[in-house]
């Protein structure tokens, strides 16, 4: 090493500095109070930094004392207080224990007992044919941390502290025991059971003896976070069904939501869910815990540049303890985001696939989903011959409800002369117009309303398909036709810029489900043009009408471009069908000239007797016209 000279000019400076130093230290002395005041100040802000030192700065490895090092023991003491005895341990370096079933491979770290690497077998990323199994953890994305408030006011996290880890088999279990020790008897416990053929995982928490060394006037605090990897071709599609599912109270479930910095907090939170479009990381407690503060920040900003990462999920949980110490029967589950694979560990589980809400989410749960599951398993069908049949037979289901639409549509038609000849003759007086008009309806037998009924049932079981199709894990690298996943879009054209609400690819299926819903408006419009004539003062329906011919068809092509193809097919064949009904039952099923017959032979009886909404439309347009003549008379 370099010797350093010092010259006189140095020395010279370091007298006058000092002698400085001692001119104000005595000018300013302070009085005995001052100085005991002082003296308690500093005290205690040195407690409370050097608390705050051993909760943010890690603990770097130490050197493993060997038995009977007295001294090696004393200088950990001085850092991790009772905790200093798991630092001499053989077991205290970076070393790994790997357990593994027929799902998942799990590798557990001995600096900080938790999974540092959480892999899903059979389950590519991107793509079939990746070669890249789907890793929910690896790469330091995930941490598990418990805050040890010890009795000595020192705060350790449990992520920086050395665990022993060790390995036993019970019948086909296999049981790691990670114990973060405080003296041979006296540790904390993290015990994995993995059992055999099974996503879900075993995770007993529990302390021994730890009484007189942690400070158990009040809970721990259990930290876990989460930054989930992209796993799906789409990052912005994989992003919108990212996020943090939980239960609470016994069986309600809420969700925290999208966006940037979303907060929400829960009582008797019984789990957790950092759930992903198709796989999830769940953390489940016997016991309740008080409360769970739930944060979710999303990390893609911009989907060309933001390519690894969809979203920082963090958790944090109070650990009660009882009687003196730790004791929580948890588990974690690391698998699927399926329905069927959720439901069948009677949990809840299988609530945070995202069916919808009411009557959207009942006729998933009990038409869509068995019906789906029957002919793709059951029947053992390709999913995109699947999807075809359950369309047909959902439209076929649908058809009796199209049927009595397209009726009410050819009676109206049948009426729209005389509708019109009302027009004119009233034209100079709205309400009577109305009124002649619906009494020609009653006498007619003709329910306008009749219609828009059959069109409102069909919503239901529509806003279900777009639920219950990016939903539906079984379409995940299940290719049809062009299409190698139908749980994803099917690109057949990459183009090398950025179109904004479109992407940077071209689907097929949308361009299809779009030419379907053209020529299906196309004719619908006609229809409905012919059988509603214009109203006085309202919107010409005729041009609406005409505008979202060919408005709808651009929204679904850029809507549906960046969604599943399963979605895309579903749409495209379901129009398909529709137009093909409607073909049918005009050329088959109604005959214009009985239609008008039967409405002349309706009009010589007596008229049905009127509902009370009839009744009460009636009543208000006949006082809106007694107040009308009124006016007139002053």
Same mark, same amino acid.
């Not at 109206?412 to 009494?439: A, C, N, S, W, Y």
């Not at 819903?517 to 309202?538: H, L, N, R, W």
């Not at 068809?553 to 549906?560: K, N, S, V």
């Given at each position: 090493?370099?010797?350093?000279?010092?010259?006189?000019?140095?020395? =010279?400076?370091?007298?006058?500095?000092? $002698? =400085?130093?001692?001119?104000?230290?005595?000018?300013?002395?302070?009085?005995?109070?001052?100085?005991? @005041?002082?003296?308690?100040?500093?005290?205690?802000?040195?407690?409370?930094?050097?608390? /705050?030192?051993?909760?943010? /700065?890690?603990?770097?490895?130490?050197?493993?004392?060997?038995? $009977?090092?007295?001294?090696?023991?004393?200088?950990?003491?001085?850092?991790?207080?009772?905790?200093?005895?798991?630092?001499?341990?053989?077991?205290?370096?970076?070393?790994?224990?790997?357990?593994?079933?027929?799902?998942?491979?799990?590798?557990?770290?001995?600096?900080?007992?938790?999974?540092?690497?959480?892999?899903?077998?059979?389950?590519?990323?991107?793509?079939?044919?990746?070669?890249?199994?789907?890793?929910?953890?690896?790469?330091?994305?995930?941490?598990?941390?418990?805050?040890?408030?010890?009795?000595?006011?020192?705060?350790?996290?449990?992520?920086?502290?050395?665990?022993?880890?060790?390995?036993?088999?019970?019948?086909?279990?296999? =049981?790691?025991?990670?114990?973060?020790?405080?003296?041979?008897?006296?540790?904390?416990?993290?015990?994995?059971?993995?059992?055999?053929?099974?996503?879900?995982?075993?995770?007993?928490?529990?302390?021994?003896?730890?009484?007189?060394?942690?400070?158990?006037?009040?809970?721990?605090?259990?930290?876990?976070?989460?930054?989930?990897?992209?796993?799906?071709?789409?990052?912005?599609?994989?992003?919108?069904?990212?996020?943090?599912?939980?239960?609470?109270?016994?069986?309600?479930?809420?969700?925290?939501?999208?966006?940037?910095?979303?907060?929400?907090?829960?009582?008797?939170?019984?789990?957790?869910?950092?759930?992903?479009?198709?796989?999830?990381?769940?953390?489940?407690?016997?016991?309740?815990?008080?409360?769970?503060?739930?944060?979710?920040?999303?990390?893609?900003?911009?989907?060309?540049?933001?390519?690894?990462?969809?979203?920082?999920?963090?958790?944090?949980?109070?650990?009660?303890?009882?009687?003196?110490?730790?004791?929580?029967?948890?588990?974690?589950?690391?698998?699927?985001?399926?329905?069927?694979?959720?439901?069948?560990?009677?949990?809840?589980?299988?609530?945070?696939?995202?069916?919808?809400?009411?009557?959207?989410?009942?006729?998933?749960?009990?038409?869509?989903?068995?019906?789906?599951?029957?002919?793709?398993?059951?029947?053992?069908?390709?999913?995109?011959?699947?999807?075809?049949?359950?369309?047909?037979?959902?439209?076929?289901?649908?058809?009796?409800?199209?049927?009595?639409?397209?009726?009410?549509?050819?009676?109206?038609?049948?009426?729209?002369?005389?509708?019109?000849?009302?027009?004119?003759?009233?034209?100079?007086?709205?309400?009577?117009?109305?009124?002649?008009?619906?009494?020609?309806?009653?006498?007619?037998?003709?329910?306008?309303?009749?219609?828009?009924?059959?069109?409102?049932?069909?919503?239901?079981?529509?806003?279900?398909?777009?639920?219950?199709?990016?939903?539906?894990?079984?379409?995940?690298?299940?290719?049809?036709?062009?299409?190698?996943?139908?749980?994803?879009?099917?690109?057949?054209?990459?183009?090398?810029?950025?179109?904004?609400?479109?992407?940077?690819?071209?689907?097929?299926?949308?361009?299809?489900?779009?030419?379907?819903?053209?020529?299906?408006?196309?004719?619908?419009?006609?229809?409905?043009?012919?059988?509603?004539?214009?109203?006085?003062?309202?919107?010409? #329906?005729?041009? #609406?009408?005409?505008?979202? =011919?060919?408005?709808?068809?651009?929204?679904?092509?850029?809507?549906?471009?960046?969604?599943?193809?399963?979605?895309?097919?579903?749409?495209?064949?379901?129009?398909?069908?529709?137009?093909?009904? #409607?073909?049918?039952?005009?050329?088959?099923?109604?005959?214009?000239?009985?239609?008008?017959?039967?409405?002349?032979?309706?009009?010589?009886?007596?008229?049905?007797?009127?509902?009370?909404?009839?009744?009460?439309?009636?009543?208000?347009?006949?006082?809106?016209?007694?107040?009308? @003549?009124?006016?007139?008379?002053?």
């Amino acid at each position: 090493m370099e010797e350093k000279k010092i010259d006189l000019n140095s020395i =010279i400076g370091f007298v006058l500095i000092f $002698g =400085i130093l001692i001119w104000i230290m005595y000018s300013n002395k302070p009085s005995e109070a001052t100085i005991a @005041a002082e003296k308690a100040k500093k005290e205690l802000v040195a407690k409370q930094a050097q608390a /705050k030192a051993v909760a943010v /700065k890690p603990v770097t490895t130490p050197t493993v004392a060997v038995a $009977g090092d007295s001294t090696q023991l004393v200088q950990l003491q001085k850092t991790l207080g009772g905790f200093a005895y798991s630092a001499t341990l053989p077991s205290a370096k970076e070393s790994f224990t790997t357990i593994e079933n027929e799902k998942v491979i799990l590798k557990i770290a001995n600096k900080g007992g938790y999974i540092v690497e959480a892999t899903l077998k059979n389950q590519e990323k991107f793509k079939k044919g990746s070669g890249q199994l789907v890793q929910l953890i690896k790469d330091n994305n995930a941490n598990l941390n418990i805050q040890l408030q010890t009795s000595d006011n020192r705060t350790l996290n449990t992520k920086d502290l050395y665990f022993e880890p060790t390995l036993t088999k019970v019948g086909a279990d296999q =049981i790691l025991s990670m114990k973060l020790k405080a003296g041979a008897n006296e540790f904390l416990e993290y015990k994995y059971i993995l059992k055999p053929n099974d996503y879900m995982i075993g995770f007993d928490l529990r302390s021994q003896g730890l009484n007189k060394v942690l400070n158990t006037a009040k809970p721990l605090d259990l930290e876990w976070s989460l930054k989930t990897f992209r796993n799906e071709k789409s990052i912005s599609y994989e992003n919108r069904y990212t996020e943090i599912y939980f239960q609470y109270e016994d069986d309600k479930i809420d969700y925290v939501g999208q966006g940037q910095d979303k907060e929400e907090n829960s009582n008797k939170a019984s789990f957790v869910a950092f759930k992903q479009h198709f796989f999830s990381t769940i953390l489940l407690t016997d016991k309740p815990f008080e409360t769970a503060k739930l944060q979710s920040n999303n990390l893609v900003n911009d989907e060309t540049i933001d390519t690894v990462y969809t979203k920082q999920l963090k958790a944090n949980m109070p650990l009660a303890f009882s009687n003196g110490e730790l004791d929580y029967k948890m588990n974690w589950y690391f698998g699927p985001s399926d329905y069927k694979t959720l439901k069948k560990y009677d949990k809840n589980l299988q609530k945070i696939i995202p069916l919808g809400w009411g009557i959207f989410g009942w006729i998933n749960m009990f038409i869509f989903i068995p019906l789906f599951g029957f002919l793709s398993s059951t029947l053992g069908l390709s999913f995109g011959i699947a999807i075809i049949i359950f369309t047909i037979l959902i439209k076929i289901a649908m058809s009796p409800i199209t049927f009595k639409s397209f009726l009410s549509q050819a009676k109206m038609k049948v009426l729209r002369p005389e509708i019109t000849e009302l027009g004119e003759k009233f034209k100079k007086d709205p309400m009577k117009k109305q009124q002649e008009t619906m009494k020609l309806y009653n006498k007619a037998g003709v329910n306008p309303m009749a219609g828009c009924i059959p069109a409102l049932i069909q919503i239901p079981f529509m806003y279900a398909s777009f639920q219950f199709f990016p939903s539906a894990f079984e379409l995940r690298q299940k290719g049809f036709l062009w299409a190698d996943d139908l749980s994803s879009f099917d690109e057949i054209i990459k183009l090398p810029f950025h179109i904004p609400l479109y992407g940077d690819h071209i689907s097929l299926f949308p361009i299809l489900a779009s030419i379907a819903i053209f020529f299906y408006m196309k004719m619908t419009s006609g229809d409905q043009q012919m059988a509603a004539p214009q109203q006085e003062g309202m919107p010409d #329906m005729a041009k #609406m009408m005409k505008m979202m =011919i060919y408005i709808s068809p651009i929204m679904m092509l850029f809507f549906f471009n960046s969604y599943g193809a399963g979605l895309s097919l579903y749409n495209f064949i379901s129009n398909l069908i529709t137009i093909g009904i #409607m073909i049918v039952i005009k050329r088959y099923f109604i005959d214009s000239d009985k239609i008008h017959a039967q409405i002349q032979e309706n009009k010589l009886k007596e008229p049905k007797k009127q509902g009370k909404f009839q009744r009460k439309l009636q009543e208000v347009m006949e006082q809106a016209e007694a107040e009308k @003549a009124k006016k007139a008379k002053k």
